[in-house]
C-alpha cells in the first residue's frame, strides 16, 4: 500500500481523489446507504400493509418449517416443499443436459438434416413461452401419451431449459481452440473420444458460469409447476395459504427459500470456478 | 536413398478452397529414412501439403500413398493411419487439462488400448528421449514454449510412429528456445524416422536434409539435394527466397 501514495520518479505524494469519490468509496458510508435503502424499502411494504389493515402473524410461521409434536420431531410443509422441489429441479435438470447435449452435437455436425433439426427445435421451444408449455405436456401429450402431471411437469421443465443448455453446451465446446480437435486427430483419436477426453472436459471451464446461471433459473422456474398442482415448494406455499390466509408472511417465507437456496448454489459453484481455475 | 521403400507418395495432387486452387499439380516421394524440409514464402501451400499428410486436409484430386494407404476423405483406414503419422504443430496443441504425462498416454491408452503400465513406461521413456523427464507432472502451461514443444514431440513419438511431420515447429518459440527444439529433431533424425519438416531453419536443413523442397504459389518449384540447393538453386525464384531469408 505504501508505494501507491507516491507518484512515480518524483516522490511527491498523488493529489487525492475528489472529496465525494472518497465519501461514497468507503465500505461504512455503503454499507450504511444500502441499510438506509433497505430499510425505506421494509418499511414502505410494512406500512402499506399497516394501512391496509393487515394483520400480521409471524409466529405462525415456523410451525411450517418443523414441528414438535407428541410423536417427536417433524418436518414441516415449507422443507417437505423445498425438497421436493430439489428433486423435481435436479431430474429435469439432468434430462435438460442430456436432451441439450443431443441438440448441440447435431448443431455441430455439419450434416444439413442435423443442423435443421437442431435449430428448428430450438426456435420452436425458445418461442413458446414455458405455461404454454406446461399446459400442452399436460392437457395435450399428457392424455395422448400417457402420462400423469409430475412426467409432464420434468419434461415441460427439461426441454424448456434444454433449449437454453444446449445453447451453453454449443459455446462451451465452439471455445476449445480447434487445435486441440487437430492434435486429437492426429493422434488418431475417434470424434467420440475427442469429445469425451479432450473437448467435454476442458469446455466445462467455460460452462461452468452459465450453467449454474441456468440451475438458478430452472429451480425458480419450476415454480410454474404450481399451476397444475405438483406438489412442490411453491404449491405447499399456496395450500398453506388457503389454510391460513397468511398471504404476506408465507409467500416472504417462500421468496427466501428459493432466495437461499440459489444463492448457496452461486456462491457453492463460485469457489468451483476458482478451484478449478487454479489447476490450469 | 532410392533403394528405400517409398513411404509418402504423392502423384498429381491439387487442392481447393473454394475456388482458390490451394496446392497445383504436386509431384513428391519421401522414402523411408529420408528426412524433407519444405520451405518457402508464407500462403505457398506447405502446412496445407503436410496437413493432407494426415488427413487434416483433403485433397481434391490426384492421387497421395502413405506406407502403402491410399488417402482419401472418408477413407476407412485413415485413423490407422494418423496413428503411425505424427503431427507436430506450431502452437504446439498440448492438451492445457492434463499433465505432461497423461499428454503423452492418453494416446496409446484410447486409441492404441495399450495398458496403463506400459503407457507410463513409454511416456516417460520418450521423455527421457526430450530431455524434460522432471516435467512429467506439470500442466502444460506451467512449461516455457521449447519445453511444450518438446512434450508434443514425445506425445506423437508415443504412437510408435513411422512418419514425424512438423508444421513450423520453431516458429511461434522465443529465440532462446529454438535450439532446444531443433537439438531433439536432430536427435530424432539420427534414429533413421522419416520426417517431413516445414520450416525456415536453414541452419537445421543444411544438417538434417536429405532432400530440400520449396514451394511458391501451391507449385513445387525446386526439389533438390541441399548441396545444391543452396549453392546452386535452379530457380530464380528460390535463389531470392533464400537470399532473403539467410541475409541475417
Known sequence: MTDLGISRGTGQPLPKPPYYKRFFGSSLVSVVIYAVIVGLIAYGSYSGAQGMGYNWQWYRVPQFLYRNTEIGFEWGEIPIGLVATINLSVISFLLATAIGLLVALLRLSGLVVGTSVAVAFLELIRNIPLLVLLYLFYYVLGPIFGFNRYTASILTLAVFHSALISEILRAGINAVPTGQWEAAKSIGMTPYQTYKYIVLPQSVRFMLPPMTGEVVHLIKSSAIVSVIAVAELTTFGRNIISDTYMSFEIWFTIALVYLVVTLILSIGVSYLEKKYAVDQ | MTQLNPMIEVTNLDKFYGTFHALKNIDLTVRQGEKVVICGPSGSGKSTLI????????????????????????????????????????????????????????????VR????????????????????????????????????????????LCMETRIMLFDEPTSALDPEMINEVLDVMVELADTGMTMVVVTHEMGFARKVADTMVFMEAGQIVEISPPEQFFTNPSSERCRLFLNQILEH
Not at chain 2, 495399450?114 to 516435467?135: C, F, G
Open chain 2, 113 to 156: 488400448k495399450i495398458s496403463k503400465a506400459q503407457a507410463e513406461e513409454t511416456a516417460r521413456n520418450y521423455l527421457d528421449r526430450v530431455h524434460i523427464p522432471e516435467q512429467a507432472d506439470k500442466y502444460p502451461a506451467q512449461l516455457s514454449g521449447g519445453q511444450q514443444q518438446r512434450v508434443a514431440i514425445a506425445r506423437s
Open chain 2, 51 to 110: 496437413r493432407c499428410f494426415n488427413g487434416l486436409e483433403w485433397h481434391n484430386s490426384g492421387r497421395l500413398v502413405i506406407d502403402g494407404i491410399e488417402v482419401y476423405e472418408g477413407a476407412k483406414e485413415i485413423r490407422e493411419l494418423r496413428q503411425e503419422v505424427g503431427m507436430v504443430f506450431q502452437q504446439f496443441n498440448l492438451f492445457p487439462h492434463l499433465t505432461v504425462l497423461e499428454n503423452l498416454m492418453i494416446g496409446p491408452m484410447k
